[in-house]
């Protein structure tokens, strides 16, 4: 028997496309059916809106359901407004409270409470339990639905407990123990239960469990889970009472997407929140041209200490030869400590009482980064030019370099202390900064030194 060769995912994508542009339903089932979730998922977000709402509705309703909950919040918006009001109820019934919470902060006001309020009582209180906490508090990534037990129950009730909610529950693996007031007092894993002799009363094969308050910040949250390595991290109120569950592919998808987020403020751009195929040109215009902007008016700056010493450039020309050699070292110099301590704040490896450490550390690093630098400046310069040059040189790769190290450091734990994201502070304010503050370092020493 010969097997059929392996259809490529360009292949399957361009006859997507292909049945998209026909609007060949039957073609655009042929081709989505054989294809897992995953599969699925990567050909829809290739997709502008009306295509993918096409697609979408040639899915199974079995299959729909596992695409729909595992595309982005924005994705599913997008879906919601081209499905009948039928089949977004259905869908929306279907889905986790957490993942329903997150879809309605991408909707309008007026459709997310039409869809509320289309909800089953129960699946409704779930959603508004949710829906209390602040927007960046871990209890807005929680879910409510949850197998409990008490530390009297024996392991086969317990066990009884878990298989009678196995539809409902949103993980079995580790089981939280509350008294009678629903205060958290352990855990106990399905492992231990089903290990374990019927008879024996939980209370002896419990844990001391791990907890965070549902207002804890979602990132510290998730990054306490993953450090942790549970499965289950369960969110107790200000009583300590048991109100959720953070599963831990709900903790890293909050890492992820926290992770993005900085990567493209440091990037001095706002964060698509959305596959990039999938985004709308004018959106990507409007994640950038902000950051565009205020860096444009940050550069003038740097314009106006090259203004100021003017006179200066105009009695040694050879100064201007190396303005954009002392800019790009200060900046990069700048962006690395910005990007070290950004990623160590991420990590809770570092606080903002930290400040005085940070400061003493990267004062050294940028000193010696600014020796090795400067060194190497002053014998190329000295050579090529003259000796004061070289000298000017030098000490102006020293002084650059440990002070863009130092305001790197510096700058994500004031962002930090002052509640605003770090990676804002980091590499597009960096390096206006520095720009200016190491053209300032570089004229003063020349004047020093060459006497002008």
Known sequence: MIKSPTVTFEENAEALVKALNAHN????SRVLEPLNVTETLEQLERLNTIERALAYRTLSKDRALQVFE????????????????????????????????????????????RLIHGLSEKERMLTSTVLGYPQRSVGRFMSP????????????????????Q??????????????????????????DVLRAESDVLISEIMKS?????????????????????????????????????????????ILEDAESEDAARSGGTEPLRRPYLATPVRSIVRA???????????????VQVIGAFEATLEQQVVLSLFIPLLIGTGGNTGNQA????????????????????????????????????GSLGFGIAAAVFTVPIGAVIGLTL???????????????????????DPAVFSNPFISTFVDAAGLIIYFLIATSILGL
């Open 288 to 302: 950038r041209v902000v950051w565009l902007l205020v860096l444009a008016l940050g550069a003038t700056l740097t």
């Open 145 to 164: 639905e949850f197998v409990i037990t008490h530390p009297e129950l024996t392991v086969n009730k317990t066990f009884t407990r878990v298989k009678s």
């Open 25 to 28: 339903v039957a073609d655009i």
């Open 166 to 191: 196995l539809d409902d529950a949103e993980s079995i693996y580790t089981i939280p123990v509350t008294d009678t007031g629903r205060h958290l007092v352990g855990v106990v894993s399905l492992r």
């Open 338 to 373: 910005a990007t070290t301590i950004t990623r160590a704040l991420a990590l809770g490896d570092v606080r903002p009482k930290d400040v005085f450490k940070v400061f003493a550390r990267e004062v050294r690093v940028g000193a010696m980064l600014g020796l090795l630098l």
């Open 209 to 253: 469990p791990l907890s965070v308050p549902a207002t804890m910040d979602a990132e510290e949250a998730a990054r306490y889970c993953a450090d942790a390595k549970v499965l289950v991290l369960p969110i107790v109120d200000a009583e300590d009472r048991l109100v959720g569950i953070l599963t831990v592919d709900d903790a890293l998808q």
């Open 398 to 420: 020293l002084g650059v370099c440990t002070m863009a190290a130092s305001i790197g450091g510096l700058m994500p734990l004031l962002g930090k202390a002052v509640k605003a």
């Open 70 to 113: 595992r595309l982005d919040a924005a994705l599913q918006a997008d879906l919601v407004t081209g499905l009948q009001d039928t089949e977004v109820a259905e869908v929306f019934e279907e889905m986790s409270p957490d993942d329903r919470v997150a879809l309605l902060d991408e909707l309008p006001a007026s459709l997310a409470n």
